[in-house]
C-alpha cells in the first residue's frame, strides 16, 4: 500500500514541477510587512509569566514577549537589549547597567528601572515557587539610583552573573503586591519584547503579533502562530501539507523524507551544531570503574564515527569534552581515543582482565568483566546508541547489558542513589562554560547532579577560578586545562554533538545562519509582498 | 422502586471512597514527584528549592494527612489546584476538555451504532453466506490494526497527498474570517479523520457483538412462531428479533458513560485534539496528583452512574427483569 501511494505522489507532483519557478532565489525581493509565521509545539506551554516557566514550550513563547537586559547576539557574544550599555567594577562585584529609555510595556506603562528591581526580588522571594533563584541568591546588593540606572554588587566574583541579567524583566506595575501564581499575566503576558500576546485557545494554538512599538523597529512578521501539535508524525505531516511553516527536523526525517524535489521548492532546510552532548557515563564509585585503564579501554572500543553515521545519519561532529567545537572555550587540543581495538584490548589485558575460559568476555579471578547501561526510555538515539557500544565492547570481551528505564524510575531508583554502572544521558549548556554543578566534587550529594561521583582536586580548583575570572582569555587558559584533564581521565565517554536541523517555509527570507543558530535576527525575517500566504 | 433506587446510591459512596483510596495509594507509589520535571538535572535548581515547592504542594506531609486533605477538600467538590506550573485549578482544566471529548465520542458511538447494528444484522440473517464471511475478515482486520497507524496513514494520502482533508487540529488558521457556511464545513472536514479513527475499533467489536446476539436470538421459539403464522421475513426479523438482540445493547450503552469523557491519549495526541485521554496522560507523565484524582474521581462516578442507569433502563425496556 505504501509503495502504491509513493507512486501516485510522484506522479502528482511531477507534473506541477515543470510549471513552478523556484522561489528564493530572486534578489530583488523586498522586506515587506505582513503574514504569518506558523510552528509547532509538542507541548501545551505551562505559564507564560517566564519566572515560574520551565518547558521549552513555554520559553520560546516567552522569548518573544519579553526581554531581559542582554542577550547572546548572533556570535555568542553578549549584547545589550533593555539594558543600553553596562560596565563592570574593577573589583568584578559591581554590574552597572544603563538602561534604555522609551521602552514601553506592552500595555503601554514605561519601562524604567524599578521592574528590574522587582524582578530581582521576586525571583529571590521565598513565596515564588521558581527554579532560577540561585543566580541571584549571590547579589548582596540591588538598587535602582535613577530611573535608567540599575546596580548590583556580588558578595565575591562571580563570572556567570553577567549571563543571568539576560533573565526577563518582568512588568512591577502588574505583578508587585500580589501572588504571583495567581497572576492572570501567566496565562496572558505582557513584556516589552518584539510580539505581544494575543490570544490563547489551550489545547490549540497560541497567537502573537509584531509589536508596532517595539524600540528596535517593528517585526517585518505580522503575526506568529503556535500551533499544539503533540505528536511529531503529525507535526511533520503538517509541514509537508503547508499547515506549519517551520520545525525541527529528525536525522531521518532531514537525510532522507525531505529530500524530495517538492520539499526543496517548499522549505529551506539548516543544520548547525546544537548545545548539547551525548555521553557514556561510569558511576566512579563502582571498584570496575576506579580503574583509569577500563575507562580508557572503552574509550578505544568505542567508534564514535560508527554511532554519529548510525544515530544521527551523519548529522553531528564527535565530542571530545563538554563544549561544542565551535565555541571560543573549546579545546582541540584534548587527548583523543581513536577507534583502537587493538589498544583496547591491551589496556584491558594490562588492568589484569584475560578470556582464559574462552567464552569472548574476560575475567579476573571470578569476576567477569560485565556492567549494565542504563538509559531512559523514550529517546531512540540513547537506546540506539547502546546497541551500538554493546557491540564494539563485546568485541574487546566486555558483556554489556541494556536497560531501559521511564524517566522519573530511571531517576529516582538507578541515577540518584548510584545505583547503576554505567549511563547514556545528555547534557545540555549555552555558551557560557561554567561547569561547577556538574563537575565539582562538591556537587556528589542527593540528587546533585554529578551522580557519577567524579572527583579530582585540580578541576575543583579550576572550576571555582572558572567562576570567579571575568577575562575571557584567562578563563580559556583555565576551561582549556579543565577540558584536557577529562579528555585524560574519561570520567564520562563524551559521544557526540547533535545537530539542530530546522526547515522553514522557502517564503521567508532574511534567514541568516550563525553560530547562535538561525533565530537570533527573527524580527528582520520577512515575506516578499508578492508571496505572503496569510492576508489577514 | 425508590428505595432501591436509595439503596443503590448509598452504595456508592463506600464504593467511591474506596476507589480513591486505591488510586490515591497507587499513584503515590509510582517513583518520581510533581517537583521533579522542575527541579531534577536542573542546574538552576537547589535542593532548599525543592524542598519549599514540596511543602507547598504538602507533599512533606505522610500520605494519609494527604489523603485525608485531599477528601475533605472533595467533600466540598473543590477538586484542588493542578501541580503543574500553570496552578490552575483542576476543574478548570477538565472543564476547558470536556466538550470537544464528548462531542467527539458521542459522534464515534452514533456512528459505530449506525454502521454496526445493521452489518451485525446482515451478517447474522446471511449466515456463512460470502457476505459474512467477507464481513469477519475485514472486521478482524479491522480489529487487528494498529489505529495510530491507519491514521497516519490516512492523514498523510487524505492531507498531504491529495490535499482533501486538513491533517491535525479542529480548526483552520484564519477560522474567524471565514463565512458561516465555510466555518462549518471547516470543523467537520476536521472531524472526519478523528471520528472515522476513533469508530473504526467500535465498529469492529460491536458488530461481533450484535451477530452473535442475533443468531441467539434467531433460534428461539417465538421466531418460528412469527415465522409459522406467516410474517413476512422482514418483520420477522427487524420487529421480532432486532428489538430482542438490542435488549443488551442497553448495558453497552451504560458502560460507555464514563468513556464519554475517557478520550483516547493516542488519536488525540496524533490529531492534536485537546481531550481528555491527554490531559490525562500528561498529568500522569509530571505525577500532577490533584489532575490525576480529578479525573479518576469524575471517571468512577460516571461509572457507578453508568451502571445504574443501564440497570434502570434495562427494568424499563424488558417486563421480565422489572417483575422478578
Redo the contacts between chains.
Sequence with gaps: ??RC?AL??LL?FGCQGQEQSVPGSDADARPAYGD?F?EASI??P??LLPV????SA?SEINGLVYEGLLRYDKNLRLEGVLAESWEISPDNLTFTFHLRQGVKWHDGQPFTSADVLFTYRMYID?KV???????FKQVAKAEAPDPYTFRVTYREPYAPALESWGTAIHPRHLLEGQDV??SPL??APIGTGPFRFVEWK????LVLEGNAEYFAGRPYLRRV?Y?????S??QF??L??G?LDFMGLTPIQYATQTDTPAFRRGFNKFRYLGFGYSYLGYNLRKPLFQDLRIRQAIAHAINKQEIIDGVLLGLGKTATGPYKPDTWVYNPQVKTYAYDPVRARTLLEEAGWRDADGDGVREKGAQKLAFTIVTNQGNDLRAKSAEIIQRRLKEVGIDVQIRIVE???F???FIFPGNFDATILGWTGGPEPDQY??WHSSKT?P???NFIHYKNAEVDDLLERGRRTFDQAERKKIYDRFQAILAEEQPYTFLYVGEALPAVARRFRGIEPAPAGITHNFIRWYVPESEQK?A? | MLVYLAKRLAMMIPLLIGITLISFVVIHLAPGEPTDLQTDLNPKASAEMRERLRERYGLDQPLAVQYGRWLAHLAVLDFGESFAQDHRPVLDKIVERLPVTIMINLLSIAAILAVAVPLGVMAAVRRNSPFDKVTTVLVFTGFAMPSFWLALLLMDFFGVRLGLLPIAGLRSIGYEYLSFGRQVWDVVSHLILPVFISAFGGVAGFSRYMRSNMLEVIRQDYILTARAKGLPEAQVIVRHALRNALLPVITILGLSVPGLIGGSVIFETIFAIPGMGKLFYDGVMMRDYPLIMGILVIGAVLTLIGNLLADLGYALADPRIRRS
Design positions: 500500500m505504501r501511494l501516485l505522489v502528482l504569518t506558523i507541548g501545551e505551562s505559564n515560574l516557566a520551565s518547558d513555554s521565598p515557587p521558581t527554579s532560577y533563584a540561585e543566580d501564581t495567581k501567566s496565562r489551550p489545547g490549540e494554538k502562530v500551533r499544539i501539535i503533540p505528536d508524525s503529525t505531516l503538517e509537508q501539507s499547515g524517566w522519573a524510575t531517576l529516582k531508583e554543578n556538574i550529594g540528587r546533585e547532579l496569510y489577514r
